[in-house]
């Protein structure tokens, strides 16, 4: 039992950047706009949330409170990801550029942003990396609710992560609420499945287009401050978002674009991730790390088999609307 | 009072800024319209070298210098220019099909993996050319297999080959992982690391560089005759304008996507043959080193054009190789190469806007 605990816990903790990547190119992608540079964007969360807190401690020579670390990370990795693609959704909604290149692009971006402000950050650190202090990263930690972290088995099963954790479950909540029973929600799916109707029903394609994207961009963001601050224990790791960017782009289609199932898709994938440490199987280590890889080729030709209406992307993903050329 | 806004309902309302397609923008001023956009493209990255406290023109001119100032530093800058080039041409042939291949990567690693392989076993028991060539033939061999299995998917069920693609780049690595850590070790080493390739595996030295750059340059004008002089190069232009066009005129489409993709990654596993073969001396985890997600941005860059290419790759090396000079020059960290990238292809890539499309501000009597 104790196991099985053990690995559902890790699972969760590998799965909740994946949820957030996925949740965030999931409102994205309701809006039409499908942007590849997800890994981009997760990279400039990680640091930004990083060194927010970082230089905030390192200006007033103070060790910040958990719970002001936790709120000023989230901010900024939420700006930075929003930031990406904001110049995604410049280019593509009001420039018109091809979609896959424009993301590829901020994927190149975003990891450069990533990598040489981590690098040229650290030499102002002590330990030449930046890092944040103990007290700060105690924000991060697991939490400890009264009662329910004491109930026996669902204490420890459901109750005592760290608060990102509830975060990303809260957003995938809220996001299948706004998506299924609000009439922006509606809207929203009405402009990336038909933005012509949309229109000509005066909603205003490009704000929604720009809104969903740049919201999107800013939740990627926050699973890459996740990665900084608690994969990484909260210390700048070169190249640390390592595709799972690229995943939650898969993960996207596993959910057939339904958050409910965005939430399984990533503790699926979680569960992979650290798979090789619970269950040996007695294949080399190198091999097991590319089963989540393997995974997602498999949904991907899966679904692409058996497609079916309900289960379909948005009418016109990837497709960039022209008010003038109806 | 009254008339005046029935007659404002009634005509219509012209927005002050509207957008309109150019039929034709003249050579000379789309050129222009990319220059322009380059130099604001420099001119955002000497804000961020001057953030940095830095002069952003002594920065430019140090990169430049060390990529084309000596002997040496030209060497290397080709040297850096070969693969980039090389998965250029792979990735534009897929990319001129609009068949999204972000493979290019993991099809290096395949080819050099089969080119190792040969490398490491046989490198006693063949003639030094036939060494050379079966490596060369096993790399895009291999590189091609690995790139037909997502377009044999694609053709069949339509799969999403940006992401099939993609992920079979971290099987590839992983594959190097395990042959690192265990089959391919080096004997006597507790490193997972592949054993130096023997003299006879080694690419050949023209003038000073290893002959990959004459290799890849000929592959260039084969590439260029082959999409512009070839029927199957007109074949695959036409599935990447409409897959509908290509079907009603009797093309195979699935066929022509196969093909091409088994092109595309034997080019790009051929490019995994002259890295381990001419540039490494072995096999490791950067053997491809991000080459192949770089080569987009270049065959993108050069708008497809295998010619172009060539200037395009040179203009990258040049960005990485200065990047790797300013870090010691003027400490900065050598990651403001992927970020002067980016900024440099936004801003190409908004260059095109106005290029096919002008802006109309509204006049001001309300007509157009």
């Known amino acids: ?326 | 009072m009254s008339r005046q806004s029935v007659s404002n309902i009634n005509e219509p309302r012209v927005p002050f800024l509207r957008i309109a397609r150019r039929h034709a923008t003249p050579r000379r001023q789309a050129w222009l319209i990319r220059t322009v956009g380059l130099l604001a493209a420099l001119f955002t990255g000497s804000l961020l070298i001057l953030a940095l406290g830095h002069n952003p023109i002594a920065v430019y001119l140090d990169m430049v210098d060390s990529a084309f100032g000596s002997r040496i530093g030209f060497n290397e800058t080709v040297r850096i220019a070969v693969p980039l080039l090389g998965s250029a041409l792979a990735v534009g042939l897929a990319f001129k099909m609009k068949f999204w291949n972000i493979g290019t990567e993991g099809h290096i690693l395949i080819g050099g993996i089969a080119a190792t392989y040969f490398a490491l076993f046989h490198y006693d028991t063949l003639p030094v050319p036939v060494l050379l060539t079966v490596m060369g033939l096993a790399g895009a061999a291999a590189g091609g297999l690995w790139g037909l299995i997502p377009a044999f998917f694609r053709a069949k069920w339509n799969t999403n080959e940006t992401l099939f693609t993609l992920m079979l780049n971290y099987v590839a690595f992983g594959f190097i992982l395990f042959l690192q850590a265990g089959p391919w070790r080096r004997a006597g080493t507790d490193f997972p690391i592949i054993p130096m390739f023997e003299q006879a595996a080694r690419l050949p030295r023209l003038f000073g560089i290893h002959i990959g750059w004459l290799l890849i340059l000929s592959l260039t004008v084969l590439v260029y005759l082959y999409l512009n002089r070839s029927k199957q190069g007109y074949q695959l232009t036409v599935v990447g304008q409409s897959e509908n066009t290509a079907r009603y005129a009797g093309m195979n489409v699935g066929r022509i996507i196969m093909r091409t993709m088994l092109f595309s990654g034997a080019i790009a596993g051929f490019v995994g043959f002259i890295q381990v073969s001419g540039a490494n001396f072995t096999l490791d985890e950067t053997t491809a080193g991000g080459v192949g997600f770089t080569g987009i941005t270049v065959a993108w860059l050069a708008h497809l054009n295998p010619l172009i290419m060539v200037l395009v790759a040179m203009f990258i090396a040049m960005l990485e190789r200065g990047a790797t000079r300013i870090q010691t020059t003027f400490m900065i960290p050598d990651a403001i190469a992927s970020l002067l990238i980016g900024i440099i292809l936004f801003f190409m890539l908004a260059c095109e806007f106005f290029i096919h499309y002008r802006l109309v501000i509204r006049n001001r009597k309300g007509g157009h």
């Not at chain 1, 005066?202 to 720009?210: A, D, H």
Request: aromatic content about 12%; glycine content about 14%; hydrophobic content about 50%.
């Open chain 1, 1 to 326: 039992m104790d196991t099985f605990i053990n690995f559902f816990n890790a699972a969760v903790l590998a799965g909740t950047p994946l949820l957030f990547g996925t949740l965030g190119e999931l409102l994205t992608e309701k809006s039409g706009n499908l942007n590849l540079g997800v890994e981009g964007m997760m990279f400039m969360g990680a640091i930004s949330g990083l060194a927010a807190v970082f230089l905030l401690e390192l200006g007033f020579g103070f060790e910040m409170s958990g719970g002001l670390a936790v709120l000023i990370a989230i901010l900024f990795a939420f700006l930075a990801g929003a930031l990406g693609a904001l110049i995604f959704s410049i280019l593509v909604v009001s420039f018109r550029t091809q979609q896959n290149v424009t993301g590829l692009i901020l994927t190149i971006f975003g990891i450069g942003f990533g990598n040489f402000f981590g690098e040229f950050l650290g030499r102002f650190a002590p330990g030449h990396a930046v890092t944040i202090s103990g007290l700060a990263r105690e924000g991060f930690s697991g939490l400890h609710i009264p009662v329910l972290s004491d109930i026996p088995v669902l204490g420890p099963l459901l109750f005592q992560y760290n608060i990102l954790v509830y975060l990303a479950i809260g957003i995938a909540i809220v996001m299948a609420i706004f998506l299924n029973r609000t009439r922006f929600g509606l809207n929203l799916r009405a402009v990336g499945e038909s933005p012509a109707t949309a229109d000509a029903a005066s909603i205003n394609v490009t704000r929604y287009k720009y809104l969903a994207t740049c919201i999107g961009g800013g939740i990627c963001g926050i699973g890459g401050m996740y990665v900084s601050m608690i994969t990484t224990g909260g210390a700048w790791v070169h190249n640390s978002i390592q595709g799972l960017g690229w995943i939650s782009v898969a993960l996207v289609i596993f959910a057939t674009w339904s958050p409910s199932r965005a939430l399984l898709g990533a503790l699926v994938f979680g569960a992979l991730s650290i798979m090789r440490f619970y269950l040996p199987l007695g294949i080399p280590m190198q091999i097991y790390d590319t089963f989540p890889y393997i995974a997602t080729i498999l949904v991907l030709i899966v679904t692409s088999i058996r497609q079916s209406k309900e289960h379909s992307p948005p009418g016109l993903l990837g497709v960039n609307y022209f008010r003038e050329e109806r």
